[in-house]
């Protein structure tokens, strides 16, 4: 079945168990590394502040170098997760299509394994003060394309295989799915959402999806795989058909 598969708030990035529990060292390296500079930071602020006296001044700033230390673990998860992803994405490039269900299919085995690298950022993401530069900041380096002048900040969105174009409103616990497993088919294709689209709450877009300017999809819909839902239009229901005015 299509489904959302977090709960948290992240974007969707299941992972297979199997491969989870084999590969989950690059997690944890990943981890590990993105509280280096973090470490660094505050030896050099305990360093500058504390070992020096200046016990006033390291209570005063004590609450923006709580801050500070949330997004330098947040920017450095994302830095590594790049360089773990582009060395993934080298070894075997992503590609759309339909796939077997199968770790011994390298199309489901590596998406997995591109999912493993970004789990951590998007976890972190979802945890600051400041989770609307999820979807405005982080999924852009992993190559999701969100235009201006939208606003997108309460949906699921997959971190891959997504275009979003510009002046777009994503209703709340809305889901953009660019992949799909049924039985044992695993399918990855990409969502194209142009300009001036609307898409109400919790709306599910399935992968292949494409949107075409100033389409409407209202609350509570879902579309099936591949649809395409024509300019100037309305849709709704299950799965959303064209609204008759």
């Known amino acids: 079945m299509f489904q959302p598969a977090s709960l948290k708030g992240d974007s969707p990035t299941p992972i297979d168990e199997r491969i989870r529990n084999k590969y989950l060292i690059i997690y944890l390296i990943i981890i590990i590394l993105s509280f280096v500079p973090c470490s660094l930071f505050e030896y050099i602020y305990v360093q500058f502040l504390w070992d020096k006296g200046l016990f006033f001044l390291f209570f005063l700033f004590l609450p923006f170098n709580l801050l500070f230390l949330i997004y330098i673990l947040q920017l450095s998860a994302i830095l590594f997760s790049v360089l773990f992803l582009t060395i993934i994405k080298l070894l075997f490039p992503p590609m759309e299509g339909i796939f077997s269900r199968d770790i011994n299919d390298k199309n489901y085995l590596f998406w997995n394994l591109r999912n493993v690298a970004k ?10 003060p400041f989770p609307w530069l999820k979807n405005r900041f982080i999924l852009r380096f992993f190559g999701v394309k969100i235009g ?44 194209q959402v142009e300009d001036n689209v609307l898409i109400g709450a919790k709306c599910v877009l399935l992968p292949g999806t494409i949107m075409k300017n100033d389409s409407k999809l209202s ?9 395409i839902l024509k300019e100037n239009s309305i849709y709704s229901g299950h799965p959303a058909k064209l609204k008759e005015v």
């Open 219 to 227: 609350a509570h819909s879902y579309t099936n795989f591949n649809d």
């Open 119 to 128: 789990k951590w950022p998007l976890f972190i993401s979802a945890s600051n």
């Open 148 to 191: 201006k002048k939208g606003i997108c900040d309460s949906c699921w969105i997959s971190s891959e295989f997504v275009n979003i174009g510009r002046n777009v409103i994503i209703g709340m616990g809305s889901t953009l799915l660019s992949f799909g497993i049924e039985q044992d088919k695993f399918i990855l294709k990409k969502i």
